[in-house]
């Protein structure tokens, strides 16, 4: 059953086959490893090691193969076969015969795994980029929605200055283009094809590898076949963008539940994102939020695992690498779940816009408004700072906002201070003054959503 007997005497023990057998899960290399082995036909075929007609019974098996697989993927990975190219080599001697047996001349596991997971890592890396540009989209859509509503914005969790509420879903939109730019990147670097390098030192027969690269949609084979087969950086980009995009997403879920919260009530989470306690009946739990911030740490986990294995391997395939799927199967699969439901709570999300507001104009967010109208009475910036700090001291002492002081409370502590002070300390000119690029301001916030439009999906 295993495509190496010839040398041993016994086979593996019972013990050993479970910890050396990847078949449990590299089952999902299926289509990856048939569609592989149908390109590594051709060149056989191309260098006369295959005739036509036996390329094409080969064909015709490997793909009868692919529609039998796909059917029940999960019964594969039960078949006790070592690993996924086993299974296939098997099968495919099943279905065409001994000349089954020849689809392996000039392959190498170490090669056809390497091809295998490229293509696997593309195909769902472009699943990540739909998900991510969905979210975009549900955020974009948010902000146009919610154009006008003001939120308090925060530093070190005190409120500190007003902002647009479409200003914070546009941030959120920045993170993800960092995100889908890095991935994208991460994309472009891994569509080499491996395909070629045998074991390690390359085939020793004349394939066009370009040809083949090509066939299976790489933009180009790889150039060396020592590094072609040891390269694992693929999966850690991966890895990496994953990581860096599940930040993103968990500190969103942190900002979402505490607007969530009982304490502050600036939004509500729709039905369907959310769940009861089995024992108090009030409850509305954003279970998805905190799942994703807390499979965060699971992608994390993931990154670490994948260059704890690589330090320090030699070149050029090491068992070791085998530890290389796990990881990136459960991380993708878990970053485009989590972009989902990101996605749903953006999307059934009500403002309570009166809330924030409210919020908003607590908590003296328009102190630094203060001191910018003292710099415009002449008074140097550090000066109207200290002055605002007493105006906000005697504030809180009187239970009031900057705006609630009179003019003499004002005149007492700064007699520059006039009437046209008032004016400047509403909550709307706060916002209007942040005009320069990158401020939340209407007009800056406005165009942001429309350059946001413009790069998103058609
Ligand atoms: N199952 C192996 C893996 O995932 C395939 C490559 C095996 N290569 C070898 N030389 N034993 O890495």
Redesign the pocket.
Known sequence: MALWGGRFSTGPDQAFKQFND?LPF?YQLVEQDIVGSIAWAGALKQVEVLSNEEYERIVNGLNALLGDALQSPQDIAQSGYE?I?SYVEAKLIDKVGDLGKKLHTGR???DQ?ATDFRLWSRQTAQQVVEAITQLKDEFIALAERELGTILPGYTHLQRAQPVLFSHWCLAYVEMLNRDLSRLQDAIERLNECPLGCG?LAGTAYPVDREKLAHELGFSRATRNSLDAVSDRDFVVELLSCASISMMHLSRLAEDMIFYNSGESGFIELSDNVTSGSSLMPQKKNPDALELIRGKTGRVFGAFSAMMMTLKALPLA?N?D??ED?EGLFDALPTWIASLHMAQACIKGLKVNGEATLAAAKGGHANATELADYLVAKNIPFREGHHIVGQLVQHAISQGKNLEELTLEEFQGVCPQIDHDVYPRLEIAACIAARQALGGTSLPQVTEAIKSAKSFSSP
């Open positions: 990847s590299d690993d190219h190498s596991r170490n795994v074991a395939y068992k690498m085998q799927k």
